[in-house]
């Protein structure tokens, strides 16, 4: 008979409620060791994850019709149903996407399909919201850090994921600030004595970020730590996991709500300071499969993203690249911002380089019979906004997050962001294809809309055209923005084919901001943040 005393039964399922269970087999009688089953603990740490933008599903609220699903692309399915959404898609006009895509007359919608991969049943995957996001992007890192987060420790040992993979130093994985240490094992006893949940923290993308953060408090104070308050489960504070644009929302929690009921953040391919990227949308449309979806040129993206402060705070904020010019107009020419104002000079600009110049006029309101005059929206007791002073008004609105923002990271926070070569993106973006002088005095004779103009002066015609990216990042946030927090939190993880380490490079490649989660080190990178952030949690 084998010497040992005890059998140690794996948990090999879930019960409804989450809890884990483990399924005991009968032996031969000469077997006389325990079965023994590990006591599950009743303290949790919620782990509520806040996706990027377009990462969550919208409904109507009038109709409670959906509005907005994310094309998913994990098998053949849902590929197919991704392929005819686009279709749906090709065949809306500016008018249309302006009028579905609406920030006043959308909400969340919970109802989207699942994937909890067997870690938790999917019903109740659809108690924690996970039908409310992008299933083939989130779905899966939510299901991993359920999976690995409890599966921490067994009868005072390391399980074999985290004493191999995950006791590695972060310098692995691209750690450049903070002088991070790997994980220690009672910091890993620590976290073991937790349960850790994921729950969704879906929002409404088109509203600003600053609502979102309202939005993201009330859920958590409202629905998921009452959750666990009537079942008589320990907990008190939540750890925020984020993608894209999700980082700004989690800091209007942390700063503008003030929120004091966070462990940490741990943000995935933040745009902390804008992408330049947004503004080439706005002017020449969306490239490859997104285009269909998103916009295809100026005016199906403007007829969105001008009336969509969520959208328009992704625009390069004051303190984008530390304040340098980004955006060039002609070869060589002049670069903007000059006096360190994007808003003024380019944002609200009506000249040939604005983000809507005089002649994009009619594309903030596509379905006004005339643009000049176009309604946008009627005041209780006033005359109706033009389109260009409510696109205005929310440009100021972006200015203010953006100022209320700056350099405000909770504390602590984890990031890690794309620093490759050959996921280029606009850090800097240049309107190339000729010299010129005096910008301001030229003319514009046509627009194409998808990133073509042709412009008249003092010594002819010049024709520009917006240039490819050229810097390196994740394909939509560059270095310069995703870098951006370094000095102001606890740790960060670069990673790319510029990055150090063994496992930062492994590959010497990077990864594609959509799609970030699917790379196994910014998993990494978001479990040992995890175990990290869990330290100052003292309920168990």
């Known amino acids: 008979m084998d010497e040992k005393q005890e059998v140690i039964l794996p948990v090999g399922d879930w019960d409804t409620d ?52 994310p094309p998913n692309t994990d098998g053949v399915g849902a590929v197919l149903g991704a392929l005819g959404q686009m279709f749906v898609f090709l065949f809306r006009g500016p008018a249309t996407r302006q009028r579905l895509l609406n920030p006043l007359t959308v909400e969340v919608d919970e109802r989207g399909s699942i994937d909890a991969e067997g870690v938790i049943p999917d019903a109740l995957a659809r108690e924690r919201g996970w039908g409310a996001l992008m299933r083939s992007a989130y779905n899966p890192v939510m299901a991993e850090m359920h ?44 976290a073991a004595h937790y349960r850790f949940e994921a729950w969704a923290g879906g929002y409404n993308w088109l509203q600003s970020n600053r609502n979102s953060g309202q939005d993201i408090v009330k859920r958590i104070d409202e629905v998921i730590l009452p959750y666990y308050e009537k079942r008589g489960i320990r907990t008190g504070k939540v750890i925020l996991v984020t993608h894209s644009m999700g980082g700004l929302v989690s800091r209007a929690v942390a700063h503008l709500e003030k929120y ?32 269909i979806i998103l916009g295809r040129n100026a005016g199906e993206v403007v007829a969105i993203l001008a009336r969509a402060p969520g959208g328009l705070e992704l625009l390069p904020a004051a303190d984008y690249n530390n304040g340098q010019p980004w955006l060039e107009l002609g070869d060589n020419g002049p670069r903007l911002p000059v006096g360190g104002d994007p808003y003024t000079e380019i944002y609200l600009s009506t000249q040939w380089y604005g983000l809507v110049p005089e002649g994009n006029t009619e594309l903030l309101d596509p379905s006004a019979p005339e643009p000049a005059a176009a309604s946008a929206r ?31 990271y909770y504390k602590p926070t984890f990031v890690h962001y794309g620093d490759d070569a050959k996921q280029l993106s606009w850090g800097s973006l240049a309107w190339s294809g000729g010299s010129m002088t005096g910008a301001d005095s030229l003319q514009p004779i046509s627009d194409n809309h998808n990133g073509k103009i042709k412009l008249r002066g003092a010594t002819g015609v010049v024709k520009l055209e917006i240039a490819d990216p050229a810097d390196p990042g994740d394909g939509t946030v560059p270095t310069c923005s995703g870098a951006a927090p370094n000095a102001e939190v606890a740790g960060c993880f670069r990673q790319g084919s510029f990055a150090t380490g063994q496992y930062a490079v492994k590959g010497k490649k990077g990864y594609e901001h959509q799609s970030s989660y699917n790379d196994e080190r910014t998993r990494w990178a978001t479990l040992y943040s995890a175990v990290r952030l869990a330290q100052a949690a003292d309920w168990a």
């Open 18 to 69: 989450g809890r884990p269970v483990a399924r005991a087999r009968l032996t031969q009688l000469k077997d006389q060791r325990d079965k023994v089953v590990e006591a599950d603990t009743d303290a949790v740490i919620p782990v509520v994850f806040l996706p990027g933008i377009m990462g969550t599903n919208l409904k109507s609220k009038i109709t409670g019709d959906p509005v907005w699903r």
């Open 147 to 190: 999976r690995k987060l409890n599966d921490l420790m067994s009868a005072g040992k390391l399980q074999p994921w985290w004493a191999e993979d995950g006791a590695r130093a972060p310098a692995d994985y691209g750690e450049v600030v903070g002088g991070n240490a790997a994980l220690t094992m009672e910091q890993c006893r620590h």
């Open 260 to 291: 004091g009921k966070l462990l940490g953040v741990s943000n995935g391919v933040m745009p902390a300071t804008g992408a330049a990227a947004t503004y080439h949308h706005c002017r020449a449309g969306y490239s490859g499969v997104s285009s």
């Open 378 to 408: 009627e005041e209780e007791d006033g005359p109706a906004l033009s389109a260009r002073t409510l696109f205005q008004i929310n440009i100021e609105g972006v200015a203010a997050f953006h100022s209320d923002i700056e350099r405000k």
